[in-house]
């Protein structure tokens, strides 16, 4: 059976790409034994929705200063005189 | 359908005032620096009047700015990773000791329970301790962290990018950030004293 170690790291990787059919079922079984794994995949979970959420909408008050503002209207422009 | 349709919100010298904050917070968040987001939204305003006549009216211009956007972040990252220390980010892998599991590979400490965690998805002040907890991650840690959750990058251009060298330290490194991020949001939201 895997460890919880294993199951942490597993899991991070199955986020990132598809599981073995055999790797799939051992985290399975090990979530059915293990009530700390479940707990800690639910929060897991938990948190992807949140971080989706954050980054989807981002809501601090961070605006472009103005210097930054004016750079960018400048080379937008002077790049459209090129063409 | 001609280069020549013009649809009502294809007016781009409005767009760095119409949708240039909006831009620089959804660069900055994924960024985590000022003057890079700046660049980004730069660049990607750039594209935008290019390939304006590539902009098919069936998605909003913010989307339409933003998909370009998302194309330009990893851009960045891409010339950027050198910059990023990830010797630093293996080097942890070897010379630290493991805080989570002992050597059998179980937690070294119970999971408490959370209760009512889909609440805390509507609450606001939860998003807030959710950034600062993300904010106090190691800067490499975070970005690589934050580059993995906001994009659909292989795992093998992730390594690529932020110079790591087997996915398998990848795997490593990003479910120890992500015990981190729960432990913070434990101590700080679930469990606070």
């Known amino acids: ?83 | 359908m001609t280069s020549s349709k013009t649809y009502p919100n294809m007016n781009p010298s409005s767009w760095l005032d119409d949708y240039g904050d909006e831009l620089y917070r959804y660069a900055l968040a994924r960024l985590r620096d000022k003057s890079a987001a700046e660049d980004v939204v730069q660049e990607t305003l750039l594209a935008a009047l290019k390939a304006q006549e590539n902009f098919r009216g069936d998605s909003a211009v913010k989307t339409w700015l933003i998909g370009i956007m998302k194309f330009k972040i990893i851009d960045f990252y891409r010339k950027s990773a050198r910059e990023i220390q990830s010797e630093s980010l293996e080097h942890t892998l070897s010379s630290s000791e493991d805080n989570d599991f002992d050597e059998n590979g179980r937690w070294l400490t119970a999971v408490n329970s959370w209760s009512d965690p889909d609440l805390a998805l509507h609450q606001d002040q939860f998003f807030a301790v959710y950034q600062s907890c993300i904010d106090a991650l190691p800067e490499d840690q975070a970005k690589l962290f934050v580059l993995n959750e906001t994009s659909d990058l292989s795992s093998e251009e992730l390594c690529k990018i932020i110079n790591i060298s087997t996915t398998n330290n990848l795997w490593v490194i990003l479910s120890r950030t992500r015990k981190r991020l729960r432990d913070c949001i434990d101590k700080n939201w679930f469990n606070a004293e």
Do not use: W
């Open chain 1, 1 to 83: 059976m895997l460890s919880c170690k294993q199951v942490s790291e597993l899991s991070a990787r199955a986020k990132c790409e598809g599981l073995s059919f055999s790797d799939r079922i051992k985290l399975k079984y090990h979530m059915m034994m293990c009530k700390g794994c479940q707990t800690y995949h639910q929060q897991i979970n938990l948190l992807q929705q949140a971080t989706a959420k954050l980054f989807n909408k981002p809501t601090g008050g961070d605006t472009l200063c103005k210097e930054a503002r004016e750079r960018i209207k400048q080379n937008l422009k002077s790049d459209k005189s090129k063409d």
